[in-house]
């Protein structure tokens, strides 16, 4: 949304306001006014003509528009109701100069995770991916995939589901209680770059969220839930989530977290699954088999095997069972 048009809906939710004073306000003809109410209208903004001028009486439940209503975070946003994939685009948008930009689609018909693998995107999840331009050397970008795996699991915990992270970038909801409890997916995080040695030119931070479909929608090989279906084995009268606020406390999470990388790793500690716990980690140089016991900037986990201690930068980490 351009900014004026941001600027319109601010003066409409302050209450009635007239043409000839919204012109006034914003410096532009009543003519553009006009067109901007229009384009509010058309995305779905139920805004109300009155003998005292205009009134906002809704707004839409998602989209672009939506978003960026009450957003605290400067973000610009592209809404799509169905594209292949939010990373392909971000990364286009990348490519010409695009920063600060979020791309959002209802449905992803191409969503792909690490390594290339399928990820499921059907209608009702949230499916984003952020465009940055971060000052940091590109060994320090992991930090950014930590701080959209907290900004996640703090807004689905928001909602009401006790989201955890598994290190470095799923974020996982456990089934069941004790012992017999296992741990589903809730969300992915693909983050792709592309720079020089010793500047970043680019940060893509891909993240899809499982929220307003049954899990039956998912393939079962994947393992994972909803935000839906875990608030209705918790007993919430209302299992949907309301994906704007979800998708804007997400966002402005994420934004404190990027401008103050130092409060990234406390935060992951904080909802960290991993930690404390006995893992299996596939890396490039072979098995890392041991007790995960931290984290070091800017996305290290620290791990005691028989061997001694182990920093593993990139793997896949599985959480073993004490007997295994």
């Given at each position: ?44 903004f ?30 610009e ?101 004790g ?12 983050t ?59 966002l ?10 130092e ?10 699954s ?9 890396t490039p ?26 920093r ?13």
């Amino acid at each position: 949304m351009q900014e004026t048009r941001r600027r319109v809906l601010d003066a409409l939710s302050a209450g009635p306001v007239t043409g000839p004073e919204l012109a006034e306000q914003l410096d532009v003809s009543r003519a553009a006014v006009w067109k901007h109410v229009e384009a509010l209208r058309e995305a779905d903004f139920e805004v109300e003509g009155t003998d005292d001028g205009y009134v906002l009486q809704s707004i839409p439940e998602y989209g672009g528009a939506a978003i960026e209503y009450g957003l605290e975070a400067p973000f610009e946003v592209e809404f799509h109701d169905s594209l292949g994939s939010t990373n392909e685009r971000a990364r286009e948008l990348a490519a010409d100069g695009a920063t600060d930009t979020v791309v959002v689609a209802a449905e992803q018909t191409g969503g792909r995770g690490r390594l290339d693998r399928e990820w499921s995107s059907p209608a009702g999840g949230v499916w984003l991916s952020v465009v940055c331009r971060p000052d940091l050397p590109p060994a320090q970008v992991p930090v950014y995939t930590l701080a959209a795996a907290v900004a996640v699991a703090r807004a689905a915990r928001e909602a009401g589901v006790e989201a955890r992270i598994k290190w470095p970038n799923d974020v996982l909801v456990p089934v069941g209680d004790g012992e017999d409890a296992e741990e589903r997916k809730l969300c992915g995080i693909l983050t792709e770059m592309e720079g020089e040695a010793d500047r970043v030119s680019w940060v893509v931070v891909g993240i899809g969220v499982n929220v307003n479909f049954d899990e039956s929608d998912l393939p079962p090989e994947a393992n994972a839930t909803t935000l839906r279906a875990a608030r209705e084995r918790t007993g919430h009268d209302e299992a949907d989530v309301p994906r704007r606020l979800f998708v804007q406390r997400l966002l402005e999470t994420f934004d404190e977290l990027r401008a103050a990388p130092e409060r990234v790793l406390p935060a992951w500690r904080e909802y960290a699954s991993t930690l404390g716990r006995r893992v299996r980690v596939e890396t490039p140089g072979g098995e890392v088999v041991g007790e995960a016991v931290d984290i070091e900037f800017p996305g290290t986990l620290v791990v005691e095997t028989d061997e001694g201690t182990r920093r593993v930068s990139a793997g896949d980490c599985e959480h073993l069972r004490p007997a295994e």
